[in-house]
Nanobody
Framework: VQLQAFRGGLVQAGGYLRLSCATSGMILSTFWGKDKAWYRQAPGKQRELVAR???????IYADSAKGRFAISIDNSRKKVYLQMNSLKPEDTAVYYC?????WGQGTQVTVSS
């Protein structure tokens, strides 16, 4: 199983990005049944949960992400997305997708002030 995150980049504060996580090697029923999550790790900091969605579509968000970020999935394509709006410099980090027990390789998000 491999996960690969895409669509990070450099954006100005107040801008938006939509991260995408593609999966390979995971059968569809397994993808449907697992929680999916996005984590991030800023330089010198621990990796932290940003958003998670379970198989019923229930979501949780870090306090810093509430109201600005939205996690979603495309079950037919086995993809996970993270829409990030109103980005702030403190959102700068490497973002990782996670589906138990697999991590994606990360994508860099840099928000300039």
């Amino acid at each position: 199983v491999q996960l690969q995150a895409f669509r990070g980049g450099l954006v100005q504060a107040g801008g938006y990005l939509r991260l995408s996580c593609a999966t390979s090697g995971m059968i569809l029923s397994t993808f449907w049944g697992k929680d999916k999550a996005w984590y991030r790790q800023a330089p010198g900091k621990q990796r932290e949960l940003v958003a998670r969605i379970d198989s019923d579509g229930n979501t949780i968000y870090a306090d810093s992400a509430k109201g600005r970020f939205a996690i979603s999935i495309d079950n037919s394509r086995k993809k996970v997305y993270l829409q990030m709006n109103s980005l702030k410099p403190e959102d700068t980090a490497v973002y990782y997708c996670f589906i138990p027990d697999h991590w994606g390789q990360g994508t860099q998000v840099t928000v300039s002030s």
